[in-house]
């Protein structure tokens, strides 16, 4: 199993804020990049912010953290000093939604599906970041749309998948889809079906929509990546988050069936053919053969 220091952490600390943690060395924010016409992506920790900005307009999706929302500001400040127009939240988790705390007061919205909003209140309005949490005002539950006059963008939900109240967001001109937490790439994902209502069937289900509702050669912006740097990727990266799950699920479903403690699974290794998966933290192959253990009725 593969991790870096920055990303040693253990899955008690799936804690708010705490899903990623602090660099404990000083570090150069990897900057802004741009993708397809006015769209692009920043990743410096927690889940990659997706952007749209020109001269008159600046959407932004996701927020990371307070500290590196304020990084992400500063550069996208040298293309447009504008305030934000409307910041999305892709879902309701700390290391997507913790930067509102900074973005918020400089946006006119916040845009997040209902069920985003309702999941991030009974996270963490309690607790030590209860006071720093800022929640989307404007909720949606069919779909959201924002015509700029130069780009259409519009926000789905295709029901429970990495938490109950994921939204996708697809800026429809640049042919840009950004998934949440929808796609790992190459990495064990966080399944969250103690406090977030995620599901295994569910999240399969949404990636084979998202597949059959976006354009073929559309270009998606995925949470997290091995490194920060694999963070986009076509409808093959979606295809394979799938067929991972559905690997999981028939594996653990089978060992548990034969009787199989969740040690017992652990133990003798890999999801077959997903042996290539990287840890970003320490015990997330763990996490992924637990959480599904917990979700298999029979
Ligand atoms: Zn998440």
């Known amino acids: 199993m593969n991790y870096t220091r920055r990303e040693f952490l253990t899955l008690a600390s799936l804690a708010p804020l705490a899903l990623w943690p602090r660099r404990s060395t000083v570090f150069l924010p990897e900057g802004l990049q741009s993708l397809r016409g006015d769209v692009g992506f920043y990743t410096e920790r927690g889940g990659t912010i997706g952007y749209y900005v020109t001269s008159d307009f600046l959407i932004v999706v996701d927020s990371q953290f307070p500290d590196t929302a304020e990084h992400f500001v500063q550069q996208i400040q040298s293309k447009n000093s504008r305030n934000i ?4 939240n892709t879902h309701h988790h700390g290391d997507h939604t913790a930067g509102n705390f900074f973005l918020g007061p400089m946006s006119d919205e916040i845009v997040a599906h209902k069920d985003a909003v309702r999941l991030q209140r009974k996270r963490y309005s309690t607790g030590e970041n209860a006071d720093k949490q800022v929640y989307a005002d404007t909720t949606f539950d069919e779909p959201f749309t924002v015509d700029t006059g130069s780009e ?7 029901g429970p998948g990495h938490t109950g109240g994921d939204a996708i967001i697809h800026f429809e001109k640049a042919n840009v889809v950004h998934l949440g937490d929808l796609v790992f790439n190459n990495v064990y994902p966080v399944i969250d079906v103690d406090t977030g209502e995620a599901s295994i069937p569910g999240w399969i289900t949404v990636l084979e929509k998202a597949v059959k509702t976006y354009p073929s050669d559309a ?7 091995v490194d920060d740097h694999d963070v986009t990727g076509s409808t093959a990266e979606l295809l394979r988050m799938r067929d991972y799950l559905t690997a999981l699920e028939e594996h653990v479903r089978k060992q548990k069936r034969a009787g199989k403690s969740v040690d017992e699974i652990v133990n003798a290794g890999f999801v077959p053919s997903f042996g290539h998966l990287k840890e970003r933290w320490k015990g997330a192959f763990r ?4 959480a599904t253990f917990k979700s298999i009725d029979e």
């Open 152 to 158: 259409q963008i519009n926000a789905r939900h295709f």
């Open 219 to 225: 270009l998606f912006i995925f949470g997290h990546s």
């Open 85 to 88: 127009d409307i910041l999305f």
């Open 287 to 290: 996490h992924n053969i637990e």
